[in-house]
T-cell receptor
Framework: KAGVTQTPRYLIKTRGQQVTLSCSPI?????VSWYQQTPGQGLQFLFE???????NKGNFPGRFSGRQFSNSRSEMNVSTLELGDSALYLC???????????????FGPGTRLTVL | EDKVVQSPLSLVVHEGDTVTLNCSYE??????LLWYKQEKKAPTFLFML????IEKKSGRLSSILDKKELFSILNITATQTGDSAVYLC??????????FGAGTRLTVKP
């Protein structure tokens, strides 16, 4: 079956703009997690959604938000973009909720966001 | 403050060597430790460890957790060039604010 897909793959924005990233999980997966990866900070957890509800949230400002739809697809929004938001944004899906579950996460290819 | 430290930061070996990657942590209310392999794409989940002393194994890779000494190791035996990647360690406490290490960059030369 198809893997996790993320769109767009690449995005260039300017400071102050907002951006919406999309993630479609593997069919049947209801848990979607978002991560930010930057060279200096490594991989950082943003949030996790399950059944349209945010279950877990990382330590990011309120400019970062997300939602999940009834078909489990998820979107992540970043408002008032800053230069430091330039990063690879990764989405991962799994069957079960909770990052400590024994379920395996499957990562998408990521969306590379560049803020100029 | 919670932190995760991986060592070494980089490692160069030859095919067939065995490597051990280390991950130590200081986390309040530890729940689980995860290992990922990251190449030029999204990281691949390798293992999740929650209990001390129980080795998890997948092919040539294995990992174990020591909750008393607060560390985990990831072993790779008979390394291959395809093992070249950054290996990430992450710890999830019960407050759900995950912490990631900086990663160990492994290069396996033919």
């Amino acid at each position: 079956k198809a893997g996790v897909t993320q769109t767009p793959r690449y995005l260039i924005k300017t400071r102050g703009q907002q951006v919406t990233l999309s993630c479609s999980p593997i069919s049947g997966h209801r848990s979607v997690s978002w991560y930010q990866q930057t060279p200096g900070q490594g991989l950082q957890f943003l949030f996790e959604y399950f059944s349209e509800t945010q279950r877990n949230k990382g330590n990011f400002p309120g400019r970062f938000s997300g939602r999940q739809f009834s078909n489990s697809r998820s979107e992540m929004n970043v408002s008032t973009l800053e230069l430091g938001d330039s990063a690879l944004y990764l989405c991962a899906s799994s069957l079960e909720p909770g990052l400590a579950s024994t379920d395996t996460q499957y990562f998408g290819p990521g969306t590379r966001l560049t803020v100029l | 403050e919670d932190k995760v430290v991986q060592s070494p930061l980089s490692l160069v070996v030859h095919e067939g060597d065995t490597v051990t990657l280390n991950c130590s942590y200081e986390v309040t209310n530890f729940r689980s430790l995860l290992w990922y392999k990251q190449e030029k794409k999204a990281p691949t989940f390798l293992f999740m460890l929650t209990s001390s002393g129980i080795e998890k194994k997948s092919g040539r890779l294995s990992s174990i957790l020591d909750k008393k000494e607060l560390f985990s190791i990831l072993n790779i035996t008979a390394t291959q060039t395809g093992d070249s990647a950054v290996y990430l360690c992450a710890v999830e406490p019960y407050n759900n604010d995950m912490r990631f290490g900086a990663g160990t960059r492994l290069t396996v030369k033919p």
